[in-house]
Nanobody, 122 residues
Framework: VQLQAFGGGLVQAGGSLSLSCAAS????????MGWFRQAPGKEREFVAA????????YYTDSVKGRCTISKDNAKNRVYLQMNSLKPEDTAVYYC????????????????WGQGTQVTVSS
């Protein structure tokens, strides 16, 4: 099983980035998907999650209204559109897959991607 996140980069505050994650899961459509991030010296934290059937989405408070998670079961991909980026959004972003419908908890996730760096300059 492989998850590969890409789309990170350097952007000025107020800008946008679109992250993508390609998953080699045979039954991708049955997995809930999530995005997490980890800044230097900090714990990995939840950013957004989407349920296996795309019926529900969840966001941490700090990104609500600025980020949108989506899932394409035909392409085995999950996306995170990030707008109005702030310097505090700087982190390595990870996609992950859970056999639960969805979850905000890191320990509920079974598979993780390698991460993609997002840097927001002020």
């Amino acid at each position: 099983v492989q998850l590969q996140a890409f789309g990170g980069g350097l952007v000025q505050a107020g800008g946008s980035l679109s992250l993508s994650c390609a998953a080699s899961l045979r039954t991708f459509s049955s997995y809930g998907m999530g995005w997490f991030r980890q800044a230097p010296g900090k714990e990995r934290e939840f950013v957004a999650a989407i349920s296996w059937n795309r019926g529900s989405a969840y966001y941490t408070d700090s990104v609500k209204g600025r980020c949108t998670i989506s899932k394409d079961n035909a392409k085995n991909r999950v996306y995170l559109q990030m707008n109005s980026l702030k310097p505090e959004d700087t982190a390595v972003y990870y996609c992950a897959a859970t056999r639960y419908s969805s979850s905000v908890r890191t320990y509920d996730y079974d598979y993780w991607g390698q991460g993609t760096q997002v840097t927001v300059s002020s």
